[in-house]
C-alpha cells in the first residue's frame, strides 16, 4: 500500500497569506505545505482522505488519474472547500463516491447544493453517491476495509480511518480508550501535530507524543502542522527516532 501526503499543513497553510514569520519565508520546500490531505493506494483502490482548498494543485502534482472513494474526516473548510474540482474525476468516471459521518453529508450537501441534488442539475456540475460512515461500522472500498476511528476536535466529532495497517487522524484533541485499541501496534500511525503550544481543539508536541506512547505504532508521521511549530528540520530534531515530520509529496509505504 503506497501513502501520498497530498498536504501537510494547518487550516491557513504555508507560507501564511502576509506573513514575514521566518518558517513563511523558507526556502526549504518542506517547510512549504498545503492544507492537509492524503491519497492511499490499496492493490485494488484509490482513495483520498478529505478534499480542502488545494484539491486541484494536489491532484496534478500527484499525477493521481482515478478516485475510487473520497473519505472526510469532519467538515471544516480546509478539510472539504474543494469538492468542486472532483469535476474532472466526475466526468471521467462518473459519480464520485463520497463517504462521511451524517452530519458532515448534510453539511456538504448544503454548501454544495448543486452537487447533491438529483433534480434541476446544472450542467456540467458533478454528482456524488453518497455513504454514512458510522462509528464501529466497517466499509469496503472495493475489496479494500476501512474501519472508522472516533475522536473529537476539541467538541466537534470526527473520524479517522484505518486501512489495513495504517492509521490517519488528523484535527484530533481526545480519544476514547475503546478507540485507541483498535489502532495499538498499527504499523504506520499519521497523527496531527499543530506546535508545542497548547491549543483548544489540536494535539500539541506533548499531546501527540503522549498519544503514539499509547498507540506504540513502528513509525509515526506528524501532520496539520503550524508555521510556529518551527522549520522542519529543528522539528524533526526534537523527536524519538520513529517519529518523523511529514510533508508535501512524501511516499511511505505500508
Known amino acids: 500500500m503506497k501513502i501520498y501526503f497530498l498536504g501537510t499543513g494547518t ?18 520546500s518542506k517547510d512549504k505545505r ?5 491519497w492511499i493506494e490499496t492493490e485494488d483502490a484509490s482513495i483520498v482522505i478529505d478534499c480542502g482548498p488545494d484539491f486541484r494543485q494536489q491532484m496534478l502534482t500527484s499525477k493521481c488519474e482515478r478516485i475510487d472513494a473520497l473519505l472526510f474526516t469532519h467538515e471544516h473548510a480546509d478539510h472539504t ?10 466526468f471521467q468516471q462518473g459519480d464520485i463516491s463520497v463517504y462521511a459521518h451524517q452530519r458532515v453529508l448534510t453539511n456538504l450537501a448544503k454548501r454544495f447544493d448543486y452537487i447533491f441534488e438529483t433534480e434541476n ?18 466499509f469496503f472500498v472495493k475489496n479494500t476495509a476501512i474501519i472508522p476511528i472516533d475522536a473529537l476536535h476539541g ?6 480511518y484505518k486501512i489495513q495497517d495504517f492509521v490517519y487522524l488528523t484535527d484530533v484533541k481526545t480519544m476514547s480508550e475503546e478507540e485507541i485499541k483498535k489502532i495499538k501496534n498499527c504499523k504506520v500511525l499519521v497523527i496531527n501535530c499543530l506546535r508545542e503550544e497548547l491549543h483548544t481543539t489540536h494535539f500539541n508536541l506533548e499531546e501527540a507524543l503522549h498519544f503514539i506512547s499509547l498507540v506504540q505504532p513502528k513509525e509515526t508521521y506528524l501532520t496539520h502542522i503550524s508555521h510556529v511549530f518551527g ?19 512524501l511516499i511511505i509505504n505500508c
Open 81 to 90: 472547500a474543494g469538492l468542486d474540482d472532483i469535476r474532472p474525476f466526475y
Open 231 to 249: 522549520f522542519h528540520e529543528e522539528i524533526q530534531q526534537k523527536l524519538p527516532k520513529n517519529v518523523f515530520v511529514a510533508y508535501d509529496n
Open 34 to 38: 498545503l492544507r492537509v490531505s492524503v
Open 155 to 160: 467538541n466537534l466529532q470526527i473520524f479517522g
Open 11 to 28: 487550516s491557513q497553510g504555508i507560507p501564511v497569506i502576509g506573513s514575514k514569520h521566518s518558517v513563511c519565508l523558507s526556502s526549504d
Open 121 to 138: 442539475k446544472y450542467p456540467g456540475a458533478p454528482s456524488v453517491s453518497t455513504n454514512k460512515v458510522v462509528k464501529n461500522e466497517s
